[in-house]
T-cell receptor, first 111, second 113 residues
Framework: QKEVEQDPGPLSVPEGAIVSLNCTYSNSAFQYFMWYRQYSRKGPELLMYTYSSGNKEDGRFTAQVDKSSKYISLFIRDSQPSDSATYLC???WGAGNQFYFGTGTSLTVIP | NAGVMQNPRHLVRRRGQEARLRCSPMKGHSHVYWYRQLPEEGLKFMVY????????ESGMPKERFSAEFPKEGPSILRIQQVVRGDSAAYFC???????????FGQGTRLTVV
């Protein structure tokens, strides 16, 4: 079983739609969670960082962590064509430890 | 404040040659991570370093691969005697402290011919 599971998509939505991206994980020790956006042939760009459970909002982006269900989500409101990219979730648990990444979800926002 | 800088952006090596990939972390960051990404695959952890120390190298192949982060200068990922299977994008990330946000560079795309 992989540490982090993420539906690869592809996901295609019309401009203005609300997008929901999700990851599940198996290790209950994970404490901090990140979402990255990666455009083709570019490096991952950090969108959101959360520690432990709860919600965090930044502009059109909302990150949710449900540790009881081992489930995290990223919501994108009023999606734009420029949001078209691959979205990666990542998580870790403690000092000196690596981040574990999902395989990424490919999103296309159609004008 | 410049972000994480990686060079070269593209590197072509013949089988059997050495590849040296460089990563300069963000200013003030002393934690560096190296990841490898293959097409259609996620980022795979290779090694985590702090200044002059390797903290976790559990993702590094046992042979041909090595990494360092000296007191002065960039972190270096070195691949000796490259093979075609080493062709991938190699990304470096840095963070200010443990368990804080990690910021990635634009990567080095290694092609072994």
């Amino acid at each position: 079983q992989k540490e982090v599971e993420q539906d690869p998509g592809p996901l295609s939505v019309p401009e203005g739609a609300i997008v929901s991206l999700n990851c599940t994980y198996s290790n209950s020790a994970f404490q901090y969670f990140m979402w990255y956006r990666q455009y083709s042939r570019k490096g991952p760009e950090l969108l959101m960082y959360t520690y432990s459970s709860g919600n965090k909002e930044d502009g059109r982006f909302t990150a949710q962590v449900d540790k009881s269900s081992k489930y995290i989500s990223l919501f994108i409101r009023d999606s734009q064509p420029s949001d078209s990219a691959t979205y990666l979730c990542a998580m870790g648990w403690g000092a000196g430890n690596q981040f574990y990444f999902g395989t990424g979800t490919s999103l296309t926002v159609i004008p | 404040n410049a972000g994480v800088m990686q060079n070269p952006r593209h590197l072509v090596r013949r089988r059997g040659q050495e590849a040296r990939l460089r990563c300069s972390p963000m200013k003030g960051h002393s934690h560096v991570y190296w990841y490898r990404q293959l097409p259609e695959e996620g980022l795979k952890f290779m090694v985590y370093l702090q200044k002059e120390n390797i903290i976790d190298e559990s993702g590094m192949p046992k042979e041909r691969f090595s990494a360092e982060f000296p007191k002065e200068g960039p972190s270096i990922l070195r691949i000796q005697q490259v093979v075609r299977g080493d062709s991938a994008a190699y990304f470096c990330a840095s963070s200010l402290e443990e368990n804080t946000e990690a910021f990635f560079g634009q990567g080095t795309r290694l092609t072994v011919v």
